[in-house]
């Protein structure tokens, strides 16, 4: 299940869903407005988000043995995913994912870092764990 099925969900529980971006604002643009999600997108050239949250690099070689990864990009693909390797440069090919949740006072309340390049939970698996979340 997708944002857009989940979106009023988000909204209720007073959650402003929004995505990082390898790259500047126009590359956020550019990429989250083939889904025309835009204005949820925020750019980060620098990767200093990433860097904050303390996400890591995947080592690359790994993908050939990692099941778990080949498992998420099988399951990717038969949603209508895939990743546009002629537009990715390594670098951010190899930038492990991540999630989080930051309360009304910017307080990581749930936090999820990947372990493989398609290591994200599902929009509604992120949803429920918000709901399980004490309220303020």
Request: proline share 3%; glycine share 10%.
């Given at each position: 299940?997708?944002?857009?099925?989940?979106?009023?969900?988000?909204?209720?529980?007073?959650?402003?869903?929004?995505?990082?971006?390898?790259?500047?604002?126009?590359?956020?643009?550019?990429?989250?407005?083939?889904?025309?999600?835009?204005?949820?997108?925020?750019?980060?050239?620098?990767?200093?988000?990433?860097a904050a949250m303390g996400l890591e690099k995947y080592n690359f070689f790994k993908t050939f043995g990692d099941?778990?990864?080949?498992?998420?990009?099988?399951?990717?693909?038969?949603?209508?995913?895939?990743?546009?390797?002629?537009?990715?440069?390594?670098?951010?090919?190899?930038?492990?994912?991540?999630?989080?949740?930051?309360?009304r006072h910017g307080i990581v309340r749930w936090y999820h870092a990947g372990t493989h390049p398609g290591d994200?939970?599902?929009?509604?698996?992120?949803?429920?764990?918000?709901?399980?979340?004490?309220?303020?």
């Amino acid at each position: 299940m997708q944002l857009r099925e989940l979106e009023s969900q988000f909204e209720e529980l007073g959650v402003a869903v929004r995505f990082v971006i390898i790259g500047d604002r126009a590359k956020a643009d550019e990429f989250c407005g083939k889904q025309g999600m835009a204005e949820r997108c925020i750019g980060d050239a620098d990767k200093s988000t990433y860097a904050a949250m303390g996400l890591e690099k995947y080592n690359f070689f790994k993908t050939f043995g990692d099941v778990a990864y080949k498992a998420r990009r099988k399951e990717a693909k038969a949603n209508g995913f895939s990743v546009d390797i002629k537009n990715s440069k390594l670098g951010d090919a190899s930038q492990l994912p991540g999630a989080a949740y930051f309360d009304r006072h910017g307080i990581v309340r749930w936090y999820h870092a990947g372990t493989h390049p398609g290591d994200l939970p599902t929009m509604n698996a992120m949803l429920q764990e918000i709901r399980a979340l004490p309220r303020d």
